[in-house]
């Protein structure tokens, strides 16, 4: 079962503009979030996190939302960058153990 | 130098083969995982270590084992490959502290192919 779910693949807009990022989880004992970015024949890379305890929490372009009554995490990038064409990671881990990844979405920054 | 080094890069085998792959880190990081990327699945978890005597398994953890060499060292080998096996592999480190754990580092991946 999916307990991470990214239900866009890709995400296509153009330089300057914002870019929206979704993912939902089934899994309420879930308490911390994260995003990983990943290019082409590289590892994923960490991006920026949030506790269940904070509903936002900012890193320079990148901002991450966090719902918990709707089971609902964003990451937004503004404005968004060539250089920010990527698949992007959702992920979430209960307590400190293992950690469920979505299936990424794929974002395309035109310029 | 890269911190989290994963051997072979690529790998190409017959079913019924012993494949092992390896993951060495330069992080000091107690804690070691492997995962596998299937297209549409995202990474799902085979093995974790917390620690040199700590194995536990993940979410798929059938038709592979794990090996805690040292602490820098972590292995994952498949005893008889099969083709459903064919994935990007990635092995990952995090600390140990509080939520930094939560924080992984990946390896640049191994692409496994079975025939």
């Known amino acids: 079962d999916q307990q991470v779910k990214q239900n866009s693949p890709s995400l296509s807009v153009q330089e300057g503009r914002i870019s929206i990022l979704n993912c939902d989880y089934t899994n309420s004992m879930f308490d911390y979030f994260l995003w990983y970015k990943k290019y082409p024949a590289e590892g994923p890379t960490f991006l920026i996190s949030?506790?269940?305890?904070?509903d936002k929490n900012e890193d320079g372009r990148f901002t991450v939302f966090l719902n918990k009554s709707a089971k609902h995490l964003s990451l937004h990038i503004v404005p968004s960058q060539p250089g920010d064409s990527a698949v992007y990671f959702c992920a979430a881990s209960a307590n400190n153990n293992d950690m469920r990844f979505g299936a990424g979405t794929r974002l395309t920054v035109k310029p | 130098d890269a911190d989290v080094t994963q051997t072979p890069r690529n790998r190409i085998t017959k079913t019924g083969k012993r494949i092992m792959l390896e993951c060495s880190q330069t992080?000091?990081?107690?804690?070691m995982y492997w995962y596998r990327q299937d297209p549409g699945l995202g990474l799902q978890l085979i093995y974790y270590?917390?620690?040199?005597?700590?194995?536990n398994k993940g979410e798929i953890s059938d038709g592979y084992s794990v090996s805690r060499q040292a602490q820098a060292k972590f292995s994952l080998s498949l005893e008889s490959a099969i083709p459903n096996q064919t994935a990007l592999y990635f092995c990952a480190t995090s600390d140990n502290r509080d939520r930094a754990a939560d924080t992984q580092y990946f390896g640049p991946g191994t692409r496994l192919t079975v025939l």
């Open positions: 992080k000091g990081h107690d804690r």
């Open positions: 949030i506790s269940s305890i904070k």
């Open positions: 270590s917390f620690d040199v005597k700590d194995i």
